[in-house]
């Protein structure tokens, strides 16, 4: 009797032992498995991780292209940086919703695709419009230094017809002259003789200038006290000075050369030896110029 206790306790003590050994294989079995299970999850969490982070930097570099669609880039790239953000707090044993993310991360980038494909497309526009602009801009910088080339050349020329289109006098010659009894004026180079200065001088020809009624203005200086002989009235000059004129006449030119023949009458008794300029001027211009000393 007391045998077979003996041996139903021995019986219970292996089947226990074999049940502890069983309990220890399957935990640590178990804990294998878990630790498989995690380290995949981890790997598949961090591939996650990486792979949004990608997705960000090429979505900053679309943002830098300065399209039309940067609004809507900003917003999809804060998107994904909020969703990076909740996988990296996210624990390794959460497998469900790691799948669950890994399937909105499919999406985001089917989305993706779409948006960087108009993105680029409009980058490629922007591209040609600005390549296009900036051969509108050569040919116009070119058009206008063709323009003010022409502009300066126009205004040279002007200034050279002008100039070109100037009278002129030639053979200018001044005479001083003495009234005789019988009223006849004869040549005289003595003051105190003289009543009178006579100017001879021709306008050349000039085939460019315009035709027309033209002023001609003489003008007589005594050159020791800088006063105008016999004054008629002043004359405003181009220059923006202004004189005073001895005699005044007009002339009809045709662009062909033309005689002028002035006298200016004077009282001989205020006419003082000496050096006398005569100035002539066609309109407001100086044109010839020419003297006479009287004793």
Known sequence: MEENKKSNSKAIVIVLAVLL???????????????????AITVEKEEIELNLDNMIVKYEDAIGQNTSLSNELVFERDRIIALRDSIKGL?????????????EISKLEENNKKLFLLNETLTSENKTLTKNLDSARVNISRQLAVN????????YLTEKVAIGSMLK?????????????????????????TDAFRINFTVAKNEISEQGERAVYIQIVDV????TVASKGSLALADGKEINYSDATTINYLNEAIDVVSLV????????????????????RIVGVTQITLK
Do not use: C, P, W
Not at 148 to 155: G, R
């Open 21 to 39: 050994v069983a309990a220890l294989a399957y935990t640590f079995y178990n804990m294998n498995e878990h630790k498989k299970l995690t380290d």
């Open 91 to 103: 624990k390794s044993t959460n497998l469900s919703l790691i799948f669950r993310y890994k399937k």
């Open 148 to 155: 003010d080339t022409l502009s300066m050349n126009n205004q």
């Open 169 to 193: 006098v030639n053979s200018a010659n001044v005479l001083g002259m003495r009234e005789k009894t019988n009223g006849k004026l004869v040549e005289t180079s003595r003051a105190r003789n």
């Open 224 to 227: 020791t006290t800088g006063e």
């Open 265 to 284: 009458e004077v009282d001989r008794d205020i006419i003082e030896r000496g050096l006398y300029a005569v100035n002539i001027f066609v309109e407001n």
